[in-house]
């Protein structure tokens, strides 16, 4: 469910990256709620003339901006312009592969480092870096609190 609240939290931002688990977790709900629309009109008894759902057009144009926007992101993920999303069948290979470790010229890994590897060591080769267990985020080792989530660091 975080995932769905981010996306619309990031109503309409078409920069930075998004994983795949942000981008298919918000299709998921969408697609759980367009159904339960569907099933709240059968129940009340809403129909329209055309066949097409009341209720599920209404929330698609609330969650058109915040979708393409997503999908933007996503298509950021994996080093690629956002206009791959209109190309059919190619923008599916490209929703379905791993995004690309570290940064690219989108951003910041959305994952954060824990996916790309990444440690700091000093020249004695010890840790001067940490991850934070909440959230993943890459922290200074005497951190007491994680930046991004305010999770206590132990």
Known sequence: MNYYTSAFKKYA???GRASRSEYWYFYLF???IFFALAFLEGLLGIYSDSGDSVFGNIYYLIVLI???AVGVRRMHDVNKSGWFLVIPIYNLLLLIRKGDDG?????????????SGV???DKKGEK???YCSKCGNLTDIDSK?????GNKII
């Open 13 to 15: 931002k078409f920069s």
């Open 30 to 32: 969408n697609l759980i």
């Open 66 to 68: 915040p979708s393409i």
């Open 103 to 115: 940064v690219n010229k989108y951003g910041e890994n959305p994952l954060g480092r824990i996916a």
């Open 119 to 121: 440690d700091n060591v």
């Open 128 to 130: 001067t870096t940490k």
């Open 145 to 149: 609190f994680c930046i991004k989530c």
